[in-house]
């Protein structure tokens, strides 16, 4: 049991999922999710060291490991500032594609998008405004020109953490 808070105003977090994972990382089965007052318990957890993996709005916000269950044990838990990449859309695309997406405020984030070689084909970088951005890409390289039919990879930086999400272009 215990509570999950907000790592920028440490407020509760309500309406995560908190998941348990045994020592070689595999997921238990076992889960629970927060109340409005973002407190959590898991029950029936045997003798062990586990991992707790926190998700909001189905971001990884937290990783706690090494947790030693003997009897009952009590883990609170702080999160880090969402980061967000909506899917691409549209999807396909084949003249523009829109990429919404959220980090950290002020944080140094890049946004990436790659070939299936793994090829950087164009991408933005600067600190993340308050509440996100959306970006419009005309689907043309850094070269200025337009990119070929096939499946692209979007790769969201910052604070650390990253989120891909992939596209496809048709002309």
């Known amino acids: 049991c215990g509570t999950v808070r907000d790592g920028v105003t ?8 908190v998941f348990l994972f045994d020592a070689l990382d595999q997921y238990t089965g076992l889960y629970a999710g927060t109340d409005v007052g ?3 318990c898991i029950d029936n957890v045997s003798s062990g060291t586990y991992t707790i993996q926190v998700r909001v709005n189905d971001y990884l916000s937290a990783v706690v490991r090494g947790i030693v269950v003997d ?12 980061m967000f990449l909506d899917q691409p859309w549209p999807n396909p ?5 829109t990429f919404r997406l ?4 002020g944080a140094d984030t890049r946004l990436e ?5 793994g090829r950087l084909v164009m991408g933005w970088r600067g600190e993340s405004p308050a509440g996100g951005r959306t970006i ?3 689907l043309r390289d850094t070269q200025g020109d337009p990119i070929a039919s096939g499946i692209y990879l979007i790769r969201l930086r910052a604070g650390g953490s990253e989120i891909v999400r992939r596209f496809v272009r048709i002309r």
């Open 10 to 17: 440490a407020q509760p977090v309500p309406n995560a999922a």
């Open 38 to 40: 973002g407190h959590y």
């Open 71 to 82: 009897d009952a044990t009590d883990v609170d838990v702080t999160t880090r500032a969402p």
């Open 93 to 97: 695309a084949t003249n523009e594609v």
């Open 102 to 105: 959220a980090a950290p405020a």
């Open 113 to 117: 998008v790659y070939d299936v070689r």
């Open 136 to 138: 419009r890409w005309d």
